[in-house]
């Protein structure tokens, strides 16, 4: 079983500002996988980055980059240089590797201003 | 390649009624979830299906099921519905990996009214 804290219930921020959104995460699982998700107002959810457990290196791509730390159980999002368009809510979501079963936290509501 | 693709969209329903809800996952996945998304309660797994086979299920009463066809749509059933039902459904589809690492591509949801 899996749990998340997403702290950050809202977040805003002026358009063109770097922002971070915080996941901390829980799991019995030696080996599991960590997803970012985003929800635009459609409802759809959109996925945007997965990390393997075993996997620390940290990537950038595109305006996005993460840092994830196995040994404090986080996986914090960076958006760089936001935009209007970026804002929606983001969820981080671990899982097992035995199964397709994700566990969302409450997410965090960003707002870009322009 | 189309996306996950949820029916209906939108559906207002009587309390003590039942509900169909159907999912045409991504042309090749295999595994289909459900989720009920909620103010309250956020985003909850209902329940899994891999090939026909449920393989998980959320902490859901008995009034939620769910199957899943040869052609790997899905269905979900909510039977008896209740005001606390009202919510977003969304379905996502997994493509199958030897490794499991593989991410899920949800639908744009049925949004369940309960009146």
């Known amino acids: 079983a899996q749990k998340v804290t997403q702290a950050q219930t809202e977040i805003s921020v002026v358009e063109k500002e770097d922002v971070t959104l915080d996941c901390v995460y829980e799991?019995?699982?030696?080996?599991?996988?960590l997803f970012w998700y985003k929800q635009p107002p459609s409802g759809e959810l959109v996925f945007l980055i997965r990390?393997?457990?075993?996997?620390?290196q940290n990537e950038i791509s595109g305006r996005y980059s993460w840092n994830f730390q196995k040994s404090t159980s986080s996986f914090n999002f960076t958006i760089t240089a936001s935009q209007v368009v970026d804002s929606a809510v983001y969820f981080c979501?671990?899982?097992?590797?035995?199964?397709?079963?994700?566990?969302f936290g409450k997410g965090t509501k960003l707002s870009v201003i322009p | 390649k189309a996306g996950v693709t949820q029916t209906p969209r939108y559906l207002i329903k009587t309390r003590g009624q039942q509900v169909t809800l159907s999912c045409s996952p991504i042309?090749?996945?295999?595994?289909v979830s459900w989720y009920q998304q909620t103010p309250g309660q956020g985003l909850q797994f209902l329940f899994e299906?891999?090939?026909?086979?449920?393989?998980n299920k959320g902490n859901f009463p008995g009034r939620f099921s769910g199957r899943q066809f040869s052609n790997s749509r899905s269905e979900m059933n909510v039977s008896t519905l209740e005001l606390g039902d009202s919510a977003l459904y969304l379905c996502?589809?997994?493509?199958?990996?030897?490794?499991?690492?593989?991410?899920?591509?949800f639908g744009q949801g049925t949004r369940l009214t309960v009146v």
């Open positions: 979501a671990p899982r097992g590797a035995g199964s397709y079963q994700l566990t």
């Open positions: 299906y891999f090939s026909e086979t449920q393989r």
């Open positions: 996502a589809s997994s493509p199958t990996s030897r490794t499991g690492n593989t991410e899920a591509f």
């Open positions: 042309s090749g996945h295999r595994s």
């Open positions: 990390r393997n457990s075993f996997d620390e």
């Open positions: 799991t019995r699982d030696t080996t599991y996988y």
